[in-house]
């Protein structure tokens, strides 16, 4: 099916471990973002890109790590989490008609 | 700060009433998009205006564009109970990278 899924969808994990959230999409398109989402914050753009192998950060990028080997995935690793990090994870990505998001991950930090 | 500032920040009407949404922003754009967020979903992409554009119809969503006040506005007319949820603004800044910045949303309640 066309469209862009997320995983896991559910994470619950511990301060210190590495996680690894996961983004597909498959309508081919160039740029792909990671959000998250956390009250009183809206949406914050973690990093982004805009073609495999290219890269950037957004606006709250500390504590993470992406990377962008093959067009349609985009994963974000959380090197070492902290509770900070709970919140829910959106990944997007862009096309002429706009924008579109993933069903997000909602990530628990012990 | 946000570039993108949704007013009111909470809005309640009535079954079959309009409802009005405002978004302010800061710097030249390139679009504007609105979404909507139904409590514990994510977020669904509802319209996007370029910023050559002054007005985009989908349905019963209205979206306007006033590139000169930075601004935009989403109607959402003959209201229902299944328009409850938050709506964002979100700009895609001139230079910006094709990045969005998004609003902190207005929650809209719709009662029977």
């Known amino acids: 099916d066309a469209g862009i899924t997320q995983s896991p969808r559910y994470k619950i994990t511990e301060t210190g471990r590495q996680v690894t959230l996961m983004c597909h999409q498959t309508w081919s398109h160039s740029y792909m973002f990671w959000y998250r989402q956390d009250l009183g914050h809206g949406l914050r753009l973690i990093y982004y890109?805009?073609?495999?192998?290219?890269?950037d950060k957004g606006e709250v990028p500390d504590g993470y790590v992406v990377s962008r080997s093959k067009t349609e995935n985009f994963p974000l690793t959380l090197e070492s989490a902290t509770r900070s990090q709970t919140s829910v994870y959106f990944c997007a990505s862009s096309g002429t008609s706009g924008e579109f998001f993933g069903p997000g991950t909602r990530l628990t930090v012990l | 700060s946000q570039q993108g500032e949704e007013d009111p920040q909470a809005l309640s009407i009535q079954e079959g009433e309009n409802a009005t949404m405002n978004c302010s922003y800061k710097?030249?754009?390139?679009?504007l998009q609105w979404y909507r967020q139904n409590s514990g979903r994510g977020l669904v992409h509802l319209i996007l205006?370029?910023?050559?554009?002054r007005e985009k119809h989908s349905g019963r969503l209205r979206v306007t564009l006033d590139t000169s006040k930075k601004s935009s506005s989403l109607l959402i007319t003959a209201s229902r109970a299944a328009d409850t949820a938050s709506y964002f603004c979100a700009t895609d800044a001139a230079g910006g990278g094709n990045k969005l910045t998004f609003g902190t949303g207005t929650q809209l309640k719709v009662e029977l």
């Open positions: 205006i370029r910023s050559n554009e």
């Open positions: 890109s805009a073609a495999a192998d290219i890269t």
């Open positions: 710097t030249s754009i390139n679009n």
